[in-house]
């Protein structure tokens, strides 16, 4: 198959690797070329603009970081002109409506959308264990679904354009709190001079026990957040997206009013590009 990853950095880099390893035509474009060396070393094609990826491929893959980012790189006349009789797949975070928003404006120009945002990070895409979650109709997903096997074992039909986005923020919404309640554990534990390692030893042993809590430990316990799977900033974009969506399903939002506030705090201390395990600094501050 002919594949464009349009955002082809720290999560489309990899995914657009393993297309490519998996025998499809892969085109990439990143709007900080930097971002495609990588790729370009591998044998990927790079596309020196959107419009060349698009008219190079049949299937547009959208990795990239918003909304807003969406509609810079992608709604313009010169884009969309070229965009009917393709197929469009939106992987990135982004709202329920604005997920249905880009739908209407894609199909509006004869072109094919869905949703499938993915659970998981560069680790999972490299090991081909990514979990992506489709938001299409069911034909579309018995069509399609191919197209991700290249990088997950795992990929559901949670319902039509706007669920899947949905059940996305549902997941970082458990993204966002559960290493700032950790982080807090851990700074009761070594301020009340108890030993970590027989805490985690518990831990484990418990129902409380999440493997995010190992996974992440060497970064708190050497406070070095320098390799981010998951920027903090992100995570903080995430948290507002969460927020938006609770206030639309009159949710409480102040559970996640409190977590973007902490989020914000380690963004504030210098470490929006580091790994979102960094709230840690923003709870254990002295």
């Known amino acids: 198959m002919k594949i464009s990853v349009i955002g082809a950095g720290l999560m489309g880099g990899p995914i657009a690797q393993k297309l490519f390893e998996h025998k499809n035509d892969v085109i990439a474009y990143n709007r900080t070329k930097e971002k495609l060396t990588n790729l370009k070393s591998l044998g990927v094609q790079i596309a020196d603009t959107p419009v060349e990826a698009i008219e190079k491929s049949e299937i547009i893959i959208l990795m990239l970081a918003d909304a807003n980012a969406i509609k810079e790189v992608m709604i313009s006349e010169k884009v969309l002109s070229k965009i009917r009789n393709k197929l469009v797949i939106q992987m990135g975070t982004i709202l329920p409506d604005e997920s249905k928003h880009f739908q209407t404006i894609f199909t509006d120009k004869g072109a094919e959308y869905f949703e499938a945002p993915v659970l998981g990070s560069i680790a999972q895409i490299l090991q081909e264990k990514l979990i ?137 201390q210098g470490f929006a590009d580091s790994d979102y395990s960094s709230v840690y600094k923003a709870i254990n501050k002295f």
């Open 132 to 268: 992506v979650l489709v938001g299409s109709t069911k034909e579309q997903f018995e069509k399609y679904k191919s197209i991700f096997s290249s990088f997950s074992n795992d990929i559901y039909h949670i319902g039509e354009v706007g669920k899947a986005a949905a059940i996305k923020l549902a997941f970082n919404n458990l993204i966002a709190s559960l290493i700032p309640v950790f982080s807090l554990s851990l700074g009761i534990v070594k301020k009340s001079n108890l030993d970590i390692n027989v805490f985690m030893e518990i831990l484990r042993k418990s129902a409380l026990y999440a493997p995010t809590f190992d996974a992440k430990l060497p970064l708190i316990m050497n406070e070095d957040f320098s390799r981010a799977n998951f920027p903090t900033k992100h995570l903080l974009k995430d948290g507002k997206l969460i927020e938006k969506l609770a206030t639309q399903l009159k949710l409480n939002t102040k559970i996640i009013n409190a977590l973007n506030s902490v989020i914000e705090e380690a963004i504030n």
